[in-house]
C-alpha cells in the first residue's frame, strides 16, 4: 500500500483501507476527539500567553502581587502538552529519530515502526496507569499547590491522565492498524524531499 491509498483528512484517522470496522470506527471517533481537544488546546496556550502578558503588565505598571498568574499558565500549558499529544501523535509528529529509516528496505522500515510504536504502546500504557493513580489520589487527599492561591492539583493530573489515555489509544490504533510506509523517492529518504 501506498502514502496515496490512505483516507484523508481528520475523520479518517489515516487508517489504511481494508482496517476492519471496529478499529475504523474507534479511529474516526479518536480523530474527532483529537482534533476538537487540539483546537482547545491551541486556545488554551493563547490564554496562557495572555495571561503570562497580564501578570507582567500588573507587576511592572501596578506594582501588585500576582500569584495567580503563574499557576493558571502553568495549568494551562499542562494541558494543552498533555490533551493534544494524540493529535500530534496521530500525525506522527512527535520527535522520532529517522537516521537510518530512509536506508531501510520498505519492509524493513515498516516493522521497525510497528516495533517502536508497540514499545510507545506500553511506555505510554504504564504511564496512563500511573497517572491516574496520581489524579486519583490528588483528588481523595485534596492536594493543593503550595501558594496562597492554592488550586487543587487534581486539575492538572486530570489533564495528564486523560491526554496520557488518549495517547495510548492513538498508539494502540497504530499498532492495530499501521501506515503504509512509502518508498522513498529516488536520493531521498523517508519523509525528505
Known amino acids: ?3 496515496a491509498e490512505l483516507d484523508k483528512g481528520p475523520a479518517a484517522a489515516r487508517l489504511p483501507r481494508g482496517t476492519p470496522a471496529p478499529i475504523r470506527l474507534a479511529g474516526k471517533a479518536l480523530a474527532f476527539l483529537n482534533h ?17 502578558t497580564e ?6 505598571f501596578l506594582h501588585a502581587s500576582a500569584d495567580w498568574q503563574d499557576e493558571t499558565a502553568i495549568f494551562l500549558l499542562v494541558g494543552a502538552t498533555f490533551l493534544s499529544a494524540a493529535y500530534v501523535q496521530s500525525r506522527r509528529g512527535h ?12 519492509r524493513v522500515e515498516s516493522a521497525r515502526r510497528w516495533v517502536a510504536d508497540l514499545l510507545s ?36 493530573y486530570l489533564a495528564m491522565s486523560v491526554g496520557m489515555s488518549l495517547l495510548t489509544l492513538q498508539i494502540a490504533l497504530q499498532v492495530l492498524a499501521p ?13 525528505h524531499g
Open 36 to 52: 476538537a481537544i487540539a483546537v482547545v488546546a491551541a486556545v488554551a496556550v493563547v490564554a496562557a500567553g495572555v495571561v503570562m
Open 121 to 156: 504502546f506500553f511506555f505510554c500504557g504504564f504511564f496512563t496507569w500511573k497517572s491516574w493513580i496520581l489524579w486519583h489520589e490528588a483528588w481523595v487527599e485534596g492536594y493543593a499547590t503550595f501558594s496562597s492561591w492554592a488550586p487543587p492539583l487534581w486539575i492538572p
Open 95 to 106: 520527535v522520532a529519530i529517522e537516521a537510518v529509516g530512509g536506508l531501510l528496505p520498505v
Open 55 to 60: 501578570e507582567a503588565m500588573v507587576r511592572y
Open 1 to 3: 500500500m501506498r502514502g
Open 179 to 191: 501506515a503504509p510506509v512509502e518508498p522513498p523517492k529516488e536520493g531521498h529518504a523517508h519523509g
